[in-house]
Structures are given as structure tokens and as C-alpha cells.
């Protein structure tokens, strides 16, 4: 009986984690593919279905979810956030175990419970949730983010809300039974928005059980692109005023800054947890990765970094929970990347900007970018072969151009740095040539 | 309706009796035509199989719709925007059944969805235990804008029919018994190689006959689009 026990809570426990891993990853907006793999010992599926796991999100049910067969129920909500700060409850699963024994004498358990995953995957494309808003998710309009927790306290879902038993199982130790509950009217309500100013959040600290993580699901290209290209200002932004107001600032830096917000508001436990994981951060692998879920919106681009970069992945993680920022971590490695193009351009920039100061009175007092290229070329390296006595009249000109120095800074930062880079790297190819030239000469 | 259904497994029979399941992956796939993506059994030639009968079903429709001659029969719906006229309510159905030797042994215990029918039915090779019926109605509108609200309308029902199908067949049903590695191809299709639903059919009328109308049960409704003119 204890044996068979075991199994049930097994058998509860592997179901669970599909579920919530295949409902999930349904609303990633990204296209689920995986293969039919005929039996093998070596890849033995629960529940005969193939469901690929991420570990984000393994590990925020672990850390939500201790017991199997969950004490009162297991439900998993889902909820639709826009920058602005709204927030819209669309769908909650919630699985129930009643404790009892029956005399079921049922022994298809564990074909009923495939069945029933199946029918999830299934479902979990058909509600309006989905069809309306997965594949559109955007950082500037909208994203969707989900909560575990262990209790059938759910939202509300408003006037047209549905409900269905998607699946209700009897075996020996009690019944296992599968709802659904949808939003079919999707209008924001006042109550569902007033919950979310910021200021009135850190007070609801009594409520335990309710753990949120924010997960913006984005996944297009296009919106991929967004935040690559648009993280240097933020990120210039973000240093320089710390935080950023999410009225004014734009629609992406807004959803990044505004979903850990939202994460604080609903409920303190959140907090508690992150502050455990700042404590846990360096003994515990799983906490960084949670602490980042929480911390940012893109939780799927770190758990990518970390997977195909392992041990980038893990430094950043850590220094992301060390920092406790409200700065997107997903976003970091990126950001981190590009800036330092980006500074090194800058010193780059600086050294040709002294050569243009000089250069620029000469010939023209215009700064345009045609001059600006044209002149690098001859002074930098390509005039580096008539040095020699020209070296005095340089040095001169360096002296003539203090007044230069802010109208052509301000045009260098507008200049398309990637195409001066271009034009550095070849005159630095130039140069070394030049150099491979002169000393092969000395040689002689 | 036939993802939902298919129970998919390759067998590894350890002895006769004992088995060991391989396991099924799941693809998206988007429709072209309403805004609704939906997950099939990851097999080429499942999907192949079950395509070539949804392309007759197609044509077969859509040929009675233009032909204008047609029994046409009262859609069982009401019309979905003011103008849309009614042309055709078309059939499709999905039966499971399993090759038995012993035919209306064991139907006693064979499920019908709504109880249309109560009991399992004789098919050519065996006994069905399990008949879905699709019903579609299909109208002719003159718009773009009365075709993009029965779009959305029929994404909407669809979506709703198979949480349907979903509910009921989570609330144990009958399914047939897990055979001996003997009896296998009596239970299950075998003709594909990378999954091994249970024996199906799929059983098409795009034209209905008369008599037949009072013996369907409907099971689902749902709509199909005319564009004829705009």
C-alpha cells in the first residue's frame, strides 16, 4: 500500500510538472515542435509524451510547489500585462487531488493521466487566451505572465467567465480532477488595476502561499530585435536616473522596469524570497536563475545564454542576483555587449575627433561627415608616411583647435558608429601594412 | 478532432503480455485561414493519412456548393450574420473500432458521445467503440466584413468543440483493453512507422442523405466559408 502510495504521489508529481512545463511553453508564442521517438530504454517519457522541460520554470515550481499531491490545489494562472501597468487575469488551471480511497479498482491510471496531458496540450491552444494573444505579445502592447501557487484561490475573471473539468480521474487513493477556469470578455476592470500602483504593495505581506513570477513570454524576431537594438539608451538612461518612469519612457524599457513592480505588488512573498535568494545566491545554483526570473522579464533569454554558454551563464546569473537591480538580467549580456562596442568605439572616436579637430580648420570649418571620413583618412594612417619634419606643423595644429572640440563631439556621437568602425578597422589594416612595409625596408 | 483522439504508441512487448511504450511528440501548426493554431501528433504520415481525406472532404464540399443543385439541408444554426445564406450542412465523422472476431460481443460497454447512439455500431473490419460527428454548416456570404465576423466566429467555436472533446473524454470513457503483442494490429493502426494510433476511420459526407439526417447526432457544428462574391 505505501509502495502504490508512493507511486500515486509519483505519478501526481511527474503530471504536475508536465502540465505546467507544456501549458507554459503553449504560451511562449514560440512554434513547439518534438519528435515521436519509438520505445527505448534510454528515453523513457512519463506519460509517453515528449515534453521538454525548461528549467526556469522547474525551478520556480520547485520552489513553489513542496508537496505532492499538493495540500489544497495546484493552479496555475495566467495573466495578460501591458506597460502601463494593467494587469488582466485571463486563465487558471487548477488541479485538485481529493484524498479518499475509493473502491476503484481502476488500474489505467497512468493511461488516463497520459490522456489527460495530451488533452492539455491540447486545450491549452483552444481558449481564447491563446487564439487572442500569445502569438501578438509584444513588449510594447502587451505579455503574458503566469503564477504557481497552492491554493484555488484564483482571480477573477470577470462576466464571461467559462468553466470546464477538463479531466477528473478516480483511483484508489482519491480523485485527480483538471479545471479550467477562462476569461471569455476581455475588458480591463477597474479592481484589477488598482492593485498594481506601486505604492500600496509592500504592505500585503500576509499572504504566503502566493509567490508571482513575471514572465514576459516575448519571442518574435522582430520584437527580438527591439531589445537588442534598444537596450544602449536604456541602459544609458537607466545609469543615469537609476530608475525609469514607465509613462514616459518607451514601451520596452517601460514592460522591463514596470513587471518587477508588478512582481513586488502582488504579493510580498516574492519579496521574501528574493531576499533569501540574495542570501542563498552563491550556494544554491537554482536561486540565481529564480532570482533573475523575478528580477526581469526575459527569463528565457538567460536560461539560453547559460545553456549554450555555460560558463558565461552562470557569472552572469550571479552577478545579477548580487546586483538586485531592477535591470532586466536577460538584457545585461546584451547590453553588456554592446556597450562595450560601444565605449570602444568611443575611445576610438576620440582619437580620430583629435585628428579632425586639427585637421578641420584647415580646409574647412564645416563639420559634416563627408569631411569628417575625408580627413581621417590622409592624417590618421594613410599620412602616417609623410611624417618626419610635418610632425612640428602637426603639433601646431593640435594647438589651433580647442574651439572644435563640443560642436564635434556632438556630431561624432550622431555618426553611425558601425560604419566608422568599419572604416578604422581597414585604416588600422592600412597602417599595418604601411608598417610591414617600412619595416621590411629597415631590415634591408 | 482526430489529434485529440489518436491514442499513439509504439509497442515494445517484453513478453506477451508486458509492454513498454515509446513516446509521442506534439507540432504546431497555424491556420491559414482563421487565426487559431492547433498541435497534431508529430508523424508526417499520420498527418498525410488523415490530410488526404480532409482534401476529398474539401472538394467534395466544395463542389456541392457550386454545383447549386444540391439536397440542401436546414442548417443547424441559425444564420450567422443577417445575409449569409445558407448552402449545405456537410458531415464528418472519426470512428475508432476494433477488428473483433466476436462482432457485438463486448459494444455493450462502447461509448457513444451524447448518447446519440446506444450502442457501438458494425464497421466493415470490426466493432466501433467511439464515434465523433462533425457537423458543418456552410454559408455564402457577399462581404469581407460578414466573412472575417464568421472567420472569427467559426475560431471561436472551434476552439470551444474541442475543449469539448477534451472534457469528455478525460471522465473514463472506455477505451479497448491493452492487447497482447498478438492481437496489436486489432487495436491499433500499424501501417505507420513512427506512431501507432488506435484503428480509425474517418467516415465523410459532404453530401447528406435525406433519410440519414434524423440518425446523426450532432456532435459539433461549425462553419464553412463561401466566398463567392466581393
Known amino acids: ?444 | 478532432m482526430n489529434i485529440r483522439q489518436n491514442e499513439l504508441r509504439l509497442f515494445q512487448y517484453n513478453d506477451e503480455k508486458t509492454f513498454s511504450i515509446g513516446s509521442i511528440g506534439i507540432k504546431e501548426v497555424n491556420c491559414e485561414q482563421i487565426d487559431m493554431t492547433y498541435v497534431r501528433v508529430n508523424s508526417t504520415e499520420l498527418a498525410m493519412c488523415v490530410d488526404e481525406d480532409i482534401r476529398q472532404f474539401k472538394s467534395e464540399v466544395d463542389e456541392a456548393t457550386c454545383s447549386g443543385s444540391i439536397p440542401r439541408r436546414t442548417p443547424t444554426v441559425g444564420s450567422p450574420t443577417d445575409s449569409a445564406v445558407p448552402l449545405l450542412s456537410a458531415q464528418i465523422g472519426l470512428q475508432f473500432y476494433t477488428k473483433s472476431k466476436k462482432p457485438n460481443s463486448v459494444i455493450g460497454t462502447a461509448v457513444s458521445w451524447f448518447g446519440g447512439a446506444t450502442g457501438g455500431s458494425v464497421v466493415d473490419e470490426g466493432t466501433s467503440w467511439e464515434e465523433w460527428k462533425l457537423i458543418l454548416d456552410v454559408f455564402k456570404v457577399e462581404s469581407i466584413d460578414e466573412l472575417q465576423k464568421m472567420r472569427q466566429r467559426v475560431a471561436d467555436d472551434i476552439g470551444e468543440k474541442v475543449l469539448d472533446i477534451c472534457e469528455h473524454i478525460n471522465h473514463n470513457h472506455y477505451t479497448p483493453k491493452m492487447p497482447s503483442r498478438t492481437e496489436i494490429p486489432e487495436v491499433f493502426e500499424t501501417r505507420f512507422s513512427d506512431c501507432q494510433p488506435y484503428l480509425f476511420k474517418i467516415r465523410r459526407q459532404a453530401v447528406p442523405k435525406m433519410e440519414l439526417k434524423q440518425t446523426f447526432t450532432q456532435v459539433a457544428f461549425s462553419r464553412w466559408k463561401d466566398i463567392l462574391a466581393a
Open chain 1, 1 to 444: 500500500m505505501d509502495e502504490e502510495y508512493a507511486m500515486y504521489k509519483k505519478y501526481i508529481r511527474f503530471f504536475a510538472v508536465r502540465m505546467v512545463q507544456s501549458l507554459i511553453q503553449a504560451r511562449l508564442g514560440d512554434e513547439v515542435e518534438s519528435k515521436c521517438s519509438p520505445y527505448s530504454v534510454n528515453t523513457m517519457d512519463w506519460f509517453n509524451m515528449r515534453v521538454d522541460e525548461l528549467g526556469e520554470i522547474s525551478a520556480y515550481l520547485k520552489s513553489n510547489i513542496k508537496n505532492y499531491p499538493p495540500t489544497s490545489t495546484l493552479t496555475l494562472e495566467f495573466l495578460l500585462y501591458t506597460p502601463s501597468g494593467q494587469c488582466l487575469p485571463l486563465e487558471a488551471w487548477i488541479l485538485s487531488c481529493s484524498e479518499g480511497s475509493d473502491d476503484c479498482s481502476r488500474s489505467e491510471l497512468y493511461h488516463e493521466m497520459s490522456t489527460l496531458l495530451r488533452s492539455v496540450i491540447v486545450s491549452a491552444r483552444m481558449t481564447p487566451m491563446h487564439r487572442l494573444y500569445v502569438k501578438k505579445q509584444n513588449l510594447e502592447s502587451f505579455v503574458i505572465m503566469y503564477r504557481v501557487f497552492e491554493n484555488d484561490i484564483s482571480s477573477d475573471f470577470g462576466k464571461g467567465k467559462k468553466t470546464r473539468k477538463i479531466g477528473e480521474l478516480s483511483s484508489k487513493f482519491g480523485n485527480i480532477s483538471l479545471d479550467l477556469h477562462y476569461r471569455t470578455s476581455m475588458h480591463f476592470e477597474e479592481p484589477e488595476i488598482a492593485p498594481l500602483t506601486p505604492v500600496e504593495d509592500e504592505e500585503e505581506t500576509k499572504d504566503l502561499e502566493k509567490t508571482v513570477v513575471d514572465e514576459s513570454l516575448e519571442t518574435k524576431v522582430e520584437t527580438r530585435a527591439v531589445s537588442e537594438c534598444i537596450p544602449i539608451a536604456d541602459a544609458k538612461k537607466r545609469k543615469a536616473s537609476g530608475s525609469v518612469e514607465s509613462a514616459t519612457s518607451g514601451g520596452s524599457s517601460a514592460s522591463r522596469e514596470a513587471a518587477p513592480r508588478f512582481v513586488l505588488g502582488q504579493s510580498t512573498s516574492s519579496e521574501d524570497s528574493r531576499h533569501s535568494d540574495l542570501q542563498n545566491s552563491y550556494d544554491d545554483d537554482h536561486k540565481p536563475s529564480l532570482a533573475d526570473l523575478r528580477n526581469h522579464s526575459f527569463p528565457f533569454v538567460n536560461l539560453l545564454q547559460s545553456a549554450y554558454n555555460p560558463a558565461n551563464g552562470t557569472k552572469k546569473n550571479a552577478s545579477t542576483t548580487c546586483l538586485n537591480s531592477p535591470k532586466a538580467a536577460e538584457e545585461a549580456p546584451t547590453v553588456e555587449k554592446v556597450a562595450e562596442s560601444f565605449r570602444a568605439a568611443k575611445i576610438d572616436e576620440v582619437v580620430i575627433e583629435e585628428d579632425e579637430e586639427e585637421e578641420l580648420p584647415l580646409d574647412s570649418m564645416e563639420l559634416s561627415e563627408d569631411s569628417f571620413v575625408h580627413f581621417n583618412q590622409p592624417s590618421d594612417f594613410g599620412g602616417a608616411p609623410s611624417l618626419g619634419n610635418e610632425l612640428g606643423d602637426y603639433l601646431k595644429q593640435l594647438k589651433m583647435a580647442p574651439e572644435m572640440s563640443e560642436p564635434g563631439e556632438i556630431d561624432i556621437c550622431k555618426m553611425d558608429l558601425k560604419t566608422e568602425l568599419e572604416k578604422i578597422n581597414a585604416q588600422t589594416a592600412n597602417f599595418n601594412n604601411f608598417l610591414r612595409h617600412v619595416n621590411s625596408f629597415s631590415d634591408e
